[in-house]
């Protein structure tokens, strides 16, 4: 096995064995890197639109318009279901990540302490912040509409499948907020009836 290693014709075939054993997981990452991609975009997508953007869709008759009104209907749902199913992708994109660059590079010819680490937080940081921030992201923002448009199907099958742990995020998300702005009432009212009771002691 030693003798072979340095061979370059040795390495090929010992690539492209590993290529063959690992199409499945390779399939998997360029689907779930897709995912992401369409889910980053769709978020800048959908979130970008105004209001007018809005009023002028509903007047539309078309099928894949009219999916992006429906599901603007309830937006903070939309956005954490986006949320939620993004960094789950992100996830496995990891996990698939770190296994295929463990199966096509031999990290035991590096001498150097945390080579392995660095390599595989370079490559896969690299990945997503491609794939799944700057380019979905700023093609969103160059039509935002055709963006939705085009990709509205597959966010609305987001929706349906993470609709029950973000309606619970938002449920619990929004009774947060009802305690956070009561407090600050509260806060409000306090400090107000001080400043009254400091005006009629003045006034005395």
Same mark, same amino acid.
């Given at each position: 096995?030693?003798?072979?290693?340095?061979?370059?014709?040795?390495? +090929?075939?010992? %690539?492209? /064995? #590993?290529?063959?054993?690992?199409?499945?997981?390779?399939?998997?990452?360029? %689907?779930?890197? $897709?995912?992401?991609?369409?889910? /980053?975009? #769709?978020?800048? /997508?959908?979130?970008?639109?105004?209001? @007018?953007?809005?009023?002028?869709?509903?007047? @539309?008759?078309?099928?894949?318009?009219?999916?992006?009104?429906?599901?603007?209907?309830?937006?903070?749902?939309?956005?954490? +279901?986006?949320?939620?199913?993004? #960094?789950?992708?992100?996830?496995?994109?990891?996990?698939?990540?770190?296994?295929?660059?463990?199966? %096509?590079?031999?990290?035991?010819?590096?001498?150097?302490?945390?080579?392995? $680490?660095?390599?595989?937080?370079?490559?896969?940081?690299?990945?997503?912040?491609? $794939?799944?921030?700057?380019?979905?992201?700023?093609? /969103?923002?160059?039509?935002?509409?055709?963006?939705?448009?085009? $990709?509205?199907?597959?966010?609305?099958?987001?929706?349906?499948?993470? +609709?029950?742990?973000?309606?619970?995020?938002?449920?619990?998300?929004?009774?947060?907020?009802?305690?956070?702005?009561?407090?600050?009432?509260?806060?409000?009212?306090? @400090?107000?009836?001080?400043?009254?009771?400091?005006?009629?002691?003045?006034?005395?």
């Amino acid at each position: 096995m030693e003798a072979h290693s340095g061979n370059p014709l040795y390495l +090929s075939v010992s %690539f492209i /064995a #590993s290529l063959q054993q690992d199409s499945g997981l390779i399939f998997l990452i360029c %689907f779930l890197l $897709f995912l992401s991609f369409v889910i /980053a975009g #769709s978020e800048v /997508a959908f979130f970008s639109l105004s209001y @007018k953007d809005i009023q002028v869709l509903k007047t @539309k008759r078309h099928i894949p318009l009219q999916r992006i009104v429906k599901l603007l209907e309830d937006p903070k749902k939309l956005l954490t +279901s986006m949320l939620i199913a993004n #960094s789950f992708i992100n996830i496995c994109i990891i996990l698939i990540a770190n296994i295929l660059i463990d199966h %096509f590079f031999i990290f035991d010819n590096f001498s150097i302490p945390g080579m392995e $680490f660095i390599i595989k937080v370079v490559a896969v940081t690299l990945l997503l912040l491609f $794939f799944g921030e700057i380019l979905p992201k700023v093609m /969103a923002t160059q039509n935002n509409i055709r963006f939705a448009q085009d $990709f509205g199907f597959i966010i609305q099958v987001v929706y349906i499948i993470f +609709s029950k742990p973000s309606g619970l995020l938002v449920k619990y998300t929004n009774k947060i907020e009802k305690k956070l702005e009561q407090k600050r009432v509260d806060e409000m009212n306090d @400090k107000s009836q001080k400043i009254q009771n400091l005006m009629i002691l003045g006034e005395k």
